[in-house]
């Protein structure tokens, strides 16, 4: 056990190392499967044990009379010690919400909470502190996280010496980070004398230098080959096995988010889809590794019809639903829906974007579209 750190268990390690491993399984579905994400940033049952909560969150970007929504009421819980990769096409709001966590930007609205700091009301004299100890940052850029003046070994330390940790004290652990990560060899060498994978490898012991609850990596493999993208997500997966350190990291990278037990997808500025990861066991003691892809329902109730869903079934402006004693059935305009239980309900879509779809209660169909 390194001193200072806290460890997850070797049980627990096992275990984060079955469900990161998998790619995607064979039992993978495509399933209208929704999952509620709507614990409050504090307050609700649960939400005190999220490290990272986003409720509502909303970034509005003005440049020249032009305004640019880059985050649309996004809501994100994410418990200690997941490792999230978090995918979406350029543009998406990835970058936007990982600057906004990290300390670096604030929201127009809304509310952001990691481990127990509020992003909004954070005083800007505290920002250094909570950048400095609570986040660690990984850019894609490799030039952007290292000193290109220093070694490996003091780069790490460096934060430490900001944070007021003694001489001995930051050398010692810094070797232990490089160890870490794979990078033991560098530690005396130049950025210059290193790979592009060993450094980020080291850029990764710099960001868990002083014990952060949370580590961001924004597209932190975007820059490398293959073979050194394997060893930094590997790197990343070694520190949240053994720090326990929770990760959220922006990828391109199939390869990366079939490793990881949670991937997420953000969509015009909120969270439209979630893979969840598991393995399962059967009755042969057989183990298989299960993805599953969640929709997420969000507090007021819209849920993101995957588009693909959407064009099959040629649903456009509004759909009926059903309620049955265990699923919601939803048929587009034009059809008649099969024989059920309940009567069904018209939904009218809301702007096309992302195929959004309200089904809270509040709809009742009364708006003369119901057949
Ligand atoms: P991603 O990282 O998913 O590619 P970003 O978060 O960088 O997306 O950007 C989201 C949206 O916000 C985009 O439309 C982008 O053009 C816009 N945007 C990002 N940063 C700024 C900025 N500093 N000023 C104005 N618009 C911005
Ligand atoms: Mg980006």
Same mark, same amino acid.
């Given at each position: 056990?390194?001193?200072?750190?806290?460890?997850?268990?070797?049980?627990?390690? %096992?275990?984060? /190392?079955?469900?990161?491993?998998?790619?995607?399984?064979p039992?993978?579905?495509?399933?209208?499967t929704?999952?509620?994400?709507d614990?409050e940033?504090?307050?609700? *049952?649960g939400?005190?044990d999220?490290v990272?909560?986003? #409720?509502?969150l909303?970034?509005?970007?003005s440049?020249?009379?032009?305004?640019?929504?880059?985050?649309?009421?996004?809501?994100?819980?994410?418990?200690?010690?997941e490792?999230t990769?978090?995918?979406?096409?350029?543009?998406s709001?990835?970058s936007?919400?990982?600057?906004?966590?990290a300390?670096l930007?604030t929201?127009?609205?809304?509310?952001?909470r990691?481990?127990?700091?509020?992003?909004?009301?954070?005083?800007?004299k505290?920002?250094?502190?909570?950048?400095?100890?609570?986040?660690g940052?990984?850019?894609q850029q490799t030039?952007?996280?290292?000193?290109?003046h220093?070694?490996?070994?003091?780069n790490?330390?460096?934060?430490?010496?900001?944070?007021?940790?003694r001489r001995g004290?930051?050398?010692?652990?810094?070797?232990?980070?490089l160890d870490?990560?794979?990078?033991a060899?560098?530690?005396?060498?130049?950025p210059?004398?290193?790979?592009g994978?060993?450094?980020?490898?080291?850029?990764?012991?710099?960001?868990?230098?002083n014990?952060?609850?949370?580590?961001?990596? /924004?597209?932190p493999?975007?820059?490398?080959?293959?073979?050194?993208?394997?060893?930094?997500?590997?790197?990343?997966?070694?520190?949240?096995?053994?720090?326990g350190? %929770?990760?959220?990291?922006?990828?391109h990278d199939?390869l990366?988010?079939?490793?990881?037990?949670?991937?997420?997808?953000?969509r015009?500025?909120r969270?439209s889809?979630?893979?969840l990861?598991?393995t %399962?066991?059967?009755?042969?003691?057989?183990?298989?590794?299960?993805?599953?892809e969640?929709?997420?329902?969000d507090r007021?109730?819209?849920?993101?019809?995957?588009r693909?869903?959407?064009?099959?079934l040629g649903?456009? #402006?509004?759909?009926l639903?059903a309620?049955?004693? #265990?699923?919601?059935?939803?048929?587009p305009?034009?059809?008649s *829906?099969p024989?059920?239980?309940?009567t069904?309900?018209?939904?009218?879509?809301?702007?096309?974007r992302g195929?959004?779809a309200?089904?809270?209660?509040?709809?009742?169909?009364?708006?003369?579209?119901q057949?």
């Amino acid at each position: 056990m390194r001193e200072g750190w806290t460890r997850v268990g070797e049980g627990d390690r %096992t275990s984060i /190392d079955q469900l990161t491993s998998g790619a995607r399984g064979p039992g993978e579905r495509r399933d209208a499967t929704a999952v509620g994400r709507d614990r409050e940033v504090s307050g609700a *049952p649960g939400a005190g044990d999220a490290v990272i909560a986003c #409720d509502r969150l909303v970034r509005i970007y003005s440049t020249a009379g032009i305004e640019v929504q880059a985050l649309q009421s996004l809501d994100l819980v994410v418990d200690p010690g997941e490792l999230t990769a978090l995918v979406g096409a350029s543009g998406s709001g990835k970058s936007t919400l990982l600057n906004i966590l990290a300390g670096l930007d604030t929201p127009t609205a809304g509310r952001a909470r990691v481990a127990g700091h509020d992003l909004l009301t954070m005083r800007s004299k505290d920002r250094l502190g909570y950048r400095r100890s609570v986040v660690g940052f990984l850019w894609q850029q490799t030039a952007r996280n290292l000193f290109s003046h220093l070694t490996a070994a003091e780069n790490v330390a460096l934060p430490m010496r900001l944070a007021g940790l003694r001489r001995g004290k930051r050398r010692s652990r810094a070797m232990e980070l490089l160890d870490l990560v794979g990078v033991a060899y560098c530690a005396d060498r130049m950025p210059a004398q290193m790979s592009g994978g060993e450094q980020q490898r080291v850029a990764i012991g710099i960001a868990l230098a002083n014990q952060p609850a949370v580590l961001l990596a /924004d597209e932190p493999t975007g820059e490398l080959d293959s073979d050194s993208a394997d060893q930094v997500f590997g790197a990343m997966r070694t520190a949240n096995a053994e720090l326990g350190v %929770t990760i959220l990291v922006v990828t391109h990278d199939p390869l990366v988010s079939a490793q990881v037990r949670r991937t997420i997808a953000i969509r015009d500025g909120r969270i439209s889809t979630e893979v969840l990861r598991r393995t %399962t066991v059967d009755d042969q003691g057989e183990a298989a590794d299960v993805a599953q892809e969640y929709s997420v329902l969000d507090r007021a109730g819209r849920l993101q019809i995957p588009r693909d869903f959407i064009d099959t079934l040629g649903m456009r #402006d509004r759909v009926l639903l059903a309620l049955e004693p #265990d699923h919601l059935g939803v048929w587009p305009d034009t059809a008649s *829906p099969p024989t059920r239980t309940s009567t069904p309900h018209a939904a009218h879509g809301h702007g096309g974007r992302g195929g959004q779809a309200d089904v809270h209660d509040g709809v009742t169909g009364t708006e003369g579209d119901q057949p």
